[in-house]
């Protein structure tokens, strides 16, 4: 590895300002329907893994049993 005198940078600071910047400046509070539809997905999403974990449960359950 060649050594240029300056140390190399591990993380360029000035492109994740600016990203950032760029994020926020686009971004915005999202409404109370659109929160409300966040809120049900996420809610149904834990529920069904949730369910998938509790189906696997059972058969681990009935197979260990068998053993």
């Not at 060649?2 to 950032?20: I, P």
């Not at 915005?28 to 659109?34: A, G, L, V």
């Not at 539809?37 to 009935?62: R, S, W």
Request: aromatic share 8%.
């Amino acid at each position: 590895m060649e050594e240029t005198g300056q140390q190399e940078k591990l993380f360029d600071w000035d492109n994740f300002v600016q990203s950032s910047q760029r994020i926020f400046n686009v971004s915005r509070k999202p409404d109370i329907k659109e929160y409300q539809a966040m809120a049900k997905v996420t809610g149904l999403g834990v529920i069904v893994i949730g369910i998938i974990g509790y189906i696997v449960k059972l058969i681990l359950d009935g197979v260990l049993r068998l053993v």
